[in-house]
């Protein structure tokens, strides 16, 4: 089995298989485990071969989307690789500009967001010391 990821040295190849329609995430072999749940996390499923002791681990946009949504999926998952600081190369079958970049809007407005703060708590009244005044 070809592993693109370790034959271009980046940490995901996202590609359409050849003969299938089936859209790929290759990661390197000894991928951390973090890139595998990240790229679960964004919605595609892991694959092992041989089952019980990984020797090759990929990852696939779900068969049960239709052409178009794996696509999205697929395009949607490159910004937030690349925040979490991967290296990602997609194929240009695969790669919609537009698509990419509604995501990374996406993520920006995320981030830009400011979390819910819990209220401080309240504090009694403080009394400030007098002021000092020379002649």
Not at 25 to 50: F, I, K, M, S, V
């Amino acid at each position: 089995m070809a592993n693109l990821a370790d034959e271009y040295g980046t940490d995901v190849e996202i590609y359409i298989k050849a003969l299938t329609t089936t859209i790929h995430a290759d990661t390197p072999t000894g991928a951390p485990a973090g890139l595998h749940d990240l790229l679960e996390q964004l919605g595609l499923e892991r694959h092992e071969y041989p089952t019980g002791e990984p020797l090759y681990v990929w990852h696939t946009v779900p068969d049960h989307l239709g052409a178009e949504e794996q696509k999205h999926l697929a395009n949607r998952a490159i910004p937030a690789l690349l925040m979490a600081g991967y290296t990602v190369n997609c194929d240009p079958e695969v790669f919609d500009e537009a698509l990419y970049q509604q995501a990374v809007h996406r993520l920006q407005a995320r981030a830009a967001r400011p979390a819910p703060q819990q209220p401080a708590p309240a504090s009694p009244p403080s009394h400030s010391a007098p002021v000092r005044r020379t002649p």
